[in-house]
C-alpha cells in the first residue's frame, strides 16, 4: 500500500515538472517570436525610410537640373481657312491644308507639341515647338482640332471671353470638348482685346481678372499665360499681370524664343502668314533644342 502511494507521488511531481517545463518552453518561444517581429518591422520601417529618401534624391536631382536653356520656335496663328473671301488681311488667314502638312511634318519627325504652361519643365523635352491660336476663332475647332486629335498635336487657344460663343468664335460647348481631349490649353487673350498699354492700370486690371474670372468659373482652368492683344504691353502691365497670378505673356512677333533671351513674361513668337512654305516651316522648326546640365 505504501509502494502504490510512493508511486503515485513520483507520477504526480513528474507531471508537475513536465508541466512547467512546457509553461517555461512556451513563455521563451513567445519572447522570441515577439522579438523577431519587432524586428522585422523595425527592419521594414528602416527599408521603407531609405527607400523614400532614395527615391526623394533622386526626384530632386533627375527633375531639377542646375541648369538649361531651351530654344523653342512658337508660331503664332490666327484664322485658318482655304479661301480668304477678299478679307482685308489675307495673310492672317492659313490654309487648313497647310496646318495638316505642318502636323504630319512634326508628327513624323518626333517633335514635341508643348503648352506654353509647359515651360517651367521644359528641360524634360528635347525639341519643344509651340503652337498658338489667337482670339479663339472657331476655325480652330472646325479646321485644326481634327489634326491636332489626327496627329496627337498639343496646340495653345487663347480666347477673347466677350466674343465666346458670338458669330465666328467658338462656343463654351466647343471649348470644353477641345479642353477635355487633353490636346488644346485654352488661356486668356483679355475680355475685349484691347491694346492693354494704351489703358489705365483699372482697365488693364479689369481685362486681366476678369478673363481669369471667366475660365475659371466656365471651364474650370486656372489661366497663367496672358497672350498680349495687338503685341501691346509694357512694364505696368506686366507688373498687374504678374499680381494676378500671371506666370507667361506672349507678345506678338520677334521671332523664334530663346528662353535666355527673353523674359518669360515676353515670349516672342513667329508670325505665321498664308504664303509661309512648308520648308520655310521646317527650317524655323529645326532650331527646336533643349540643353540641360544635371551637374
Not at 31 to 49: E, L, Q
Not at 237 to 266: C, F
Request: charged residues 25%; hydrophobic residues 35%.
Amino acid at each position: 500500500m505504501k509502494n502504490n502511494s510512493k508511486k503515485t507521488s513520483i507520477v504526480i511531481i513528474l507531471l508537475i515538472i513536465i508541466i512547467l517545463l512546457l509553461i517555461l518552453g512556451f513563455a521563451i518561444l513567445s519572447k522570441n517570436v515577439n522579438k523577431r517581429t519587432f524586428n522585422v518591422i523595425v527592419d521594414d520601417t528602416n527599408v521603407d525610410k531609405d527607400s523614400n529618401n532614395s527615391i526623394s534624391k533622386l526626384k530632386e536631382e533627375k527633375l531639377k537640373p542646375k541648369s538649361y536653356s531651351a530654344v523653342i520656335p512658337t508660331y503664332m496663328y490666327h484664322w485658318v481657312k482655304e479661301d480668304t473671301g477678299g478679307y482685308e488681311y489675307p495673310e492672317m488667314m492659313v490654309k487648313p491644308s497647310e496646318i495638316k502638312k505642318q502636323f504630319e511634318y512634326l508628327n513624323t519627325n518626333n517633335y514635341d507639341t508643348i503648352f506654353i504652361t509647359d515651360l517651367n519643365e521644359i528641360y524634360n523635352f528635347k525639341k519643344p515647338i509651340a503652337l498658338t491660336f489667337d482670339d479663339g476663332w472657331q476655325d480652330v475647332y472646325n479646321s485644326v482640332f481634327p489634326y491636332a486629335k489626327e496627329y496627337k498635336i498639343k496646340i495653345s487657344m487663347y480666347v477673347i471671353t466677350d466674343l465666346i460663343g458670338t458669330p465666328g468664335y467658338c462656343t463654351i460647348d466647343q471649348l470644353k470638348e477641345m479642353r477635355d481631349s487633353g490636346l488644346v490649353d485654352i488661356q486668356s487673350h483679355t475680355v475685349t482685346h484691347r491694346e492693354l498699354a494704351t489703358l489705365s492700370n483699372d482697365e488693364v486690371y479689369k481685362e486681366l481678372s476678369e478673363s481669369k474670372k471667366y475660365l475659371k468659373d466656365n471651364l474650370n482652368i486656372d489661366t497663367t499665360v496672358i497672350c498680349y492683344p495687338s503685341g501691346s504691353f509694357n512694364n505696368s502691365v506686366i507688373k498687374i499681370a504678374e499680381d494676378l497670378g500671371y506666370t507667361y505673356g506672349l507678345a506678338m512677333d520677334g521671332g523664334i524664343y530663346y528662353t535666355n533671351r527673353s523674359d518669360k513674361m515676353e515670349i516672342t513668337r513667329i508670325f505665321l502668314t498664308r504664303s509661309m512654305s512648308l520648308q520655310t516651316f521646317i527650317n524655323y522648326s529645326s532650331n527646336a533644342n533643349v540643353v540641360v546640365n544635371w551637374e
